[in-house]
């Protein structure tokens, strides 16, 4: 599986601006054993180069996907880091590895805590799961100097999410850009991961770095039916 992320790096490496993974994140995605967050039915595919379904509507992401915004995010050992869109807890786990702190928001319980079981089990102590509006961040324990967003934020980067971001912080995201109103199939929407930094002063710099296909982001606080 490594190899082949490798492989999708190289062959993307003009819109990545680089040409190989970070070595800290390809240890990572060696040591993370993908098969423990996959359903049993899924299990056998649980190392190939796509994303599968985890249940209630979701999925646990493409490797690559992982591997390229993890290490966009540029995650350093004393990092506090905040992930939206928990599902299963591959990418969560990667990021404990590499960071000193993950704090995981994730809209659906039902996905939510058995991913903090799952965590807790695999002796990861540096991770902390919120059942909740991820739209929101997690204000409690911001700011924070990477965040990395697993859902598609529908137009623009949700605001509480650059304002919990530290000065030098980086933000990546996808985000729909599409004009149509329906967000399904989502495969066909116009979405695009993004890299925000914010440098000492407080500026922003945004960058937007290839087309990808992400699940919505639920954004309730954004629905005046809420
Ligand atoms: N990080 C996961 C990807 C999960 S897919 C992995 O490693 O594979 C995206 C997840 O975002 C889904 O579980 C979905 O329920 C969740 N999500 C969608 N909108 C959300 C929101 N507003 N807040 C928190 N989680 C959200």
């Known amino acids: 599986m490594v190899a082949e992320i490798e492989a999708e790096v190289a062959s993307t490496r003009k819109w990545l601006g680089k040409p190989r993974l970070d070595p800290r994140v390809v240890a990572a995605l060696t040591k993370v054993r993908r098969h423990r967050f996959v359903p049993a039915i899924n299990k056998r595919h649980a190392y190939e180069n796509r994303p599968q ?10 490797p690559y996907m992982v591997a390229i915004m993890t290490d966009l995010a540029d995650i350093q050992p004393d990092d506090r880091v905040l992930e939206i869109g928990t599902g299963c807890g591959y990418q969560t786990a990667i990021l404990a590895e590499l960071a000193a702190q993950v704090y995981s928001v ?3 319980p039902e996905l939510a805590n058995p991913a903090a079981a799952r965590l807790r089990d695999m002796g990861y102590a540096n991770v902390e799961i919120m059942c909740g509006d991820g739209a929101l961040g997690w204000a409690g324990h911001a700011p924070y100097n990477a965040i990395v967003v697993t859902a598609a934020a529908w137009q623009r980067i949700p605001p509480a999410l650059i304002a919990q971001l530290a000065p030098g912080g980086r933000l990546v995201v996808p985000v729909d850009r599409s004009t149509s109103v329906a967000r399904f199939p989502y495969l066909d929407q116009d979405q695009e991961l993004m890299v925000v930094t914010k440098d000492k002063e407080g500026r922003i710099a945004e960058r937007n770095v ?16 809420a």
């Open 210 to 225: 290839l087309p990808v296909a992400f699940v919505p982001l639920v954004e309730r606080s954004a629905d005046p039916a």
């Open 106 to 108: 994730e809209i659906v």
């Open 53 to 62: 379904p985890i249940g209630h509507g979701q999925t646990i992401s493409q």
